[in-house]
């Protein structure tokens, strides 16, 4: 079945006749979109430390970047990622102004299925899972069987912006919904030690309680527009206006702006309530400023950026994990 709340592991001695093993490691990959391009770098970095995970869970972009690390396709994504431009982007978009999301999702569904096509979950050669949300009853999905490329799909089905998959009866959409860092599935799959990656930007904040917010002496924060929803070809009227949000004469944000922002800060605040109750061994945040949900075409920035997370976290990562390189890679 695929939703899997519990998951027994091997017992120690079940594949090595008695002998010592070494720590099975997890490693899990956070929601964030676009910005989820730098969890490239930060696999290609762990393993530049001698660290191979054997267990791999992700959600959102992270079941694609995770689904194509554990399918020994990292490299194709990368280049596939570093490819794209704002016109290529546009070529992979196809609108669906009649369905249950602005995009249909079938040319990037064509696109996965040419690099991944007949791939199972179940027939990897790395343990993996994808989470998914059930769309109605709420629940958690965590995909373990099944072809890889619908799992990607499902994980990965922005609401309002891609249409839900169905897989198995069951209509599913992104799985940041109920658990962006999913490290309880991790452990529940057998990992012994946890490395989660956490995509962290500028625009969700930590929002608090403002009891009085009028005649406040500070500006209300500027609204930051979604940059490059779709290379440019989304009407004016999706996005909102451009204007500061202090001007009085500023029209109100475009639905795009508020979906956007609506999202960052249910998957920032589901995040920090999650990770609060089942901690990772090492969080490492991707910091990615305010580089933008949509924005496809920053690869290079967002890959440098997570091999960049990755170096600085050594020490934290070396606490928990031995690894033969990692030693001096904080020096």
């Excluded at 249409?163 to 992104?174: A, C, L, N, Q, T």
């Excluded at 995509?199 to 002496?217: K, L």
């Excluded at 934290?316 to 033969?324: F, G, K, T, V, Y």
Aim: proline share 6%.
């Amino acid at each position: 079945m695929f939703w899997a709340p519990y998951w027994k592991a091997d017992s120690d001695s079940a594949s090595t006749g008695g002998r010592p093993r070494s720590t099975r490691i997890g490693v899990v990959l956070g929601a964030g979109a676009a910005r989820g391009w730098a969890h490239i770098g930060a696999l290609q970095e762990l393993n530049a430390f001698g660290i191979r995970p054997e267990i791999v869970v992700g959600s959102s972009i992270g079941t694609l970047v995770g689904g194509c690390y554990a399918a020994g396709k990292l490299d194709m994504l990368e280049s596939f990622a570093r490819s794209l431009t704002r016109r290529r982007m546009l070529g992979l978009i196809d609108f669906s102004f009649a369905g249950a999301g602005l995009i249909g999702g079938e040319r990037m569904r064509a696109k996965l299925e040419a690099e991944l096509g007949g791939l199972r979950i179940e027939d990897l050669p790395i343990r993996f899972a994808g989470v998914a949300t059930e769309v109605g009853g709420g629940h958690e999905i965590w995909l373990q069987r099944g072809l890889l490329v619908e799992a990607i799909r499902a994980s990965y089905a922005l609401p309002g912006v891609f249409e839900p998959v169905r897989i198995e009866g069951r209509w599913m959409f992104d799985g940041a919904i109920v658990n962006p860092v999913p490290v309880s599935v991790a452990r529940a799959l057998g990992a012994e030690r946890v490395i989660a990656f956490n995509i962290s930007s500028d625009s969700a904040g930590r929002g608090t309680a403002i009891q009085e917010p009028f005649g406040r002496m500070e500006p209300p924060p500027t609204l930051v527009e979604p940059a490059n929803d779709s290379s440019g070809v989304i009407a004016r009227w999706w996005r909102g206006a451009a204007r500061p949000a202090a001007d009085p004469d500023a029209a109100p944000p475009g639905l795009m702006t508020v979906m956007v922002n609506a999202f960052d800060i249910l998957q920032d605040r589901i995040m920090r309530s999650r990770l609060a109750g089942d901690p990772p061994d090492a969080l490492i945040q991707l910091k990615v400023g305010k580089i933008g949900m949509f924005e496809f075409n920053r690869a290079d920035e967002l890959i440098a950026i997570g091999r960049d997370a990755v170096r600085k976290a050594a020490a934290e990562i070396a606490d928990h994990i031995e690894a033969p390189r990692i030693e001096s890679a904080g020096e």
